[in-house]
C-alpha cells in the first residue's frame, strides 16, 4: 500500500551540480506531476506525463527534465542546479485527468542549493 | 496561468471555533478542489466539487461551488488540534492538470 514514493527525502547539493529525483507509484495510474513548493506560492507544476514515454511542460519547466521511461516511474533532472531551484518538490499521480478520483502526492523531497 | 486567489493567507484560532476560507478567480472553473497539507507531507484531498451551486460535506468539513462559477468556499465546524495544515483551493486547466492556490495556514490553540 505504498502509493507514491518519492527518493531522497532529503539533499543538499552545491550550485552547478546536477541530480535526480526519483518518483514511483503502485497504482497503475496514468498520469504522474511534479511540482515545488515555494513559501507563499502554493505549488507550482514543473513537468508532467499523461503516459508511458510522454512528457510535457507545467507552469516552471525551465531548469528541469524529466523522463517516463516505465509506467511506474517519473523522474526529475536538474542538469545544473542552482540556488533559485532550493525548495520542495512533489510528484503526484492519478488514475485518470478529471480529478474525480483525486491527485496522490508523495510526501516530497526537500532540496537546497548553496 | 489562470491565479487562484485565496484568502486568508494564515488564521490563528481556538479549539472549537469554526473556519471559513475562500478561493476567487477572475476565470470560470469547471472544477473547485480543496486538498489539506500537514507538516512534512504532500497534499491530500478534502472535497471536490464539480456544479455551480453544489454544497458538499466531508465530516465537519462542508465546501460550496460559487454560484458564478469564480468562488468557492471551506468550511470547518468545530476545529480540532489535527485540523492544522495548510488548505489549498486548486482547478483542473486543459490538459489534466492541477492549479493551486497559495494556501491557508491554519494554526488551531487547545
Known amino acids: 500500500n505504498a502509493g507514491v514514493t518519492q527518493t531522497p527525502k532529503f539533499r543538499v547539493l552545491k550550485t552547478g551540480q546536477s541530480m535526480t529525483l526519483l518518483c514511483a507509484q503502485d497504482?497503475?495510474?496514468?498520469?504522474m506531476y511534479w511540482y515545488r513548493q515555494d513559501p507563499g506560492m502554493g505549488l507550482r507544476l514543473i513537468h508532467y506525463s499523461v503516459g508511458e514515454g510522454t512528457t510535457a511542460k507545467g507552469e516552471v519547466p525551465d531548469g528541469y527534465n524529466v523522463s517516463r521511461l516505465k509506467k511506474q516511474n517519473f523522474l526529475l533532472g536538474l542538469e545544473s542546479a542552482a540556488p533559485s531551484q532550493t525548495s520542495v518538490y512533489f510528484c503526484?499521480?492519478?488514475?485518470?485527468?478529471?480529478?474525480?478520483?483525486?491527485?496522490?502526492f508523495g510526501s516530497g523531497t526537500r532540496l537546497t542549493v548553496v | 496561468g489562470q491565479q487562484l486567489n485565496q484568502s486568508p493567507q494564515s488564521m490563528f484560532i481556538q479549539e472549537g471555533e469554526d473556519v471559513s476560507m475562500n478561493c476567487t478567480s477572475s476565470s470560470i472553473f469547471n472544477t473547485w478542489l480543496w486538498y489539506k497539507q500537514e507538516p512534512g507531507e504532500g497534499p491530500v484531498l478534502l472535497i471536490a466539487?464539480?456544479?455551480?451551486?453544489e454544497l458538499t460535506s466531508n465530516g465537519r468539513l462542508t465546501a460550496q461551488f460559487g454560484i458564478t462559477r469564480k468562488d468557492s468556499f471551506l468550511n470547518i465546524s468545530a476545529s480540532i488540534p489535527s485540523d492544522v495544515g495548510i488548505y489549498f483551493c486548486?482547478?483542473?486547466?486543459?490538459?489534466?492538470?492541477?492549479?493551486f492556490g497559495e494556501g491557508t495556514q491554519l494554526t488551531v490553540n487547545p
Open positions: 497504482m497503475n495510474h496514468e498520469y
Open positions: 503526484a499521480s492519478s488514475k485518470t485527468g478529471t480529478g474525480s478520483y483525486g491527485y496522490t
Open positions: 486548486a482547478h483542473l486547466t486543459s490538459g489534466s492538470r492541477l492549479t
Open positions: 466539487l464539480y456544479k455551480a451551486g
